[in-house]
């Protein structure tokens, strides 16, 4: 079974410039969450999708961030236009929807975002 | 409002020594708590976690941690370290519902470095 991928790995972008990263979660898995890591500081959470639906976006740090899952399978997070606060590491995450039991999130192996 | 704290961004230790990685949390609520590992290259993989029952929980790779709540802390150890262990490790709490969803609040991460 394929597990969480993301493209791209590395983008490289200048200020103000948009950029579009892309999250396929396993085959299956309703939920979808996009967490981000700033140089030296703690991964956050962003937003938490169900299926085509946002659960929760307390995280997303300004409406600079649009993040879409049509059709409740692959998503993707776009950033316009990008400031260089945004360089980070974007992980996004799929888990099970199942009630009364824990399911664990398996994440993928992350963008790294650099804004110049 | 959750937190979790890690001591120690880089830790060395020697081959077939002890490894202690030390993490402690706050939450207002009974915390599920969580050890990711990441390796180069690759995606958060759950080393262990503690949701109820026994406090003492054994992970992969040898690896174990205890849940202390008088101490708020949840440190992971294993008792001989090898090189593949090298990797960064993350401590994460949430405040798991049993809804099938949840989000996770993470440490700053400790690299381990292991000597030959």
């Given at each position: 079974e394929a597990g969480v991928t993301q493209f791209p790995s590395h983008s490289v972008i200048e200020k103000g410039q948009t950029v579009t990263l892309r999250c396929?979660?396993?085959?299956?898995?309703?939920?979808?969450?996009?967490?981000?890591?700033?140089?030296?500081?703690?991964?956050?959470?962003?937003?938490?999708?169900?299926?085509?639906?946002?659960?929760?976006e307390s995280g997303m740090p300004n409406n600079r961030f649009l993040a879409e899952r049509t059709g409740g399978t692959y998503s993707t997070l776009k950033v316009q236009p990008a400031e260089l606060e945004d360089s980070g590491v974007y992980f996004c995450a799929s888990s099970q929807k199942r009630t009364g039991f824990f399911v664990e999130q398996y994440f993928g192996p992350g963008t790294r975002l650099t804004v110049t | 409002a959750q937190s979790v704290t890690q001591l120690g961004s880089h830790v060395s230790v020697s081959e077939g020594a002890l490894v202690l990685l030390r993490c402690n949390y706050s939450s207002s609520v009974p915390p599920y708590l969580f050890w990711y590992v990441q390796y180069p290259n690759q995606g958060l993989q759950l080393l262990l976690k503690y949701t109820t029952g026994a406090t003492l929980v054994k992970g992969i790779n040898?690896?174990?941690?205890?849940?202390?709540?008088?101490?708020?802390?949840?440190?992971?150890?294993?008792?001989?370290?090898?090189?593949?262990?090298?990797?960064?490790?993350?401590?994460?709490?949430?405040?798991?519902?049993?809804?099938?969803?949840?989000?996770?609040?993470?440490?700053?991460?400790?690299?381990?470095?292991?000597?030959?």
């Open positions: 396929d979660p396993i085959s299956g898995h309703d939920n979808l969450y996009w967490y981000r890591r700033v140089m030296g500081k703690e991964i956050k959470f962003l937003l938490h999708f169900v299926k085509e639906s946002k659960q929760d | 040898g690896f174990e941690a205890e849940f202390k709540k008088s101490e708020t802390s949840f440190h992971l150890t294993k008792p001989s370290a090898h090189m593949s262990d090298a990797a960064e490790y993350f401590c994460a709490v949430s405040d798991y519902s049993g809804a099938g969803s949840y989000q996770l609040t993470f440490g700053k991460g400790t690299k381990l470095s292991v000597i030959p």
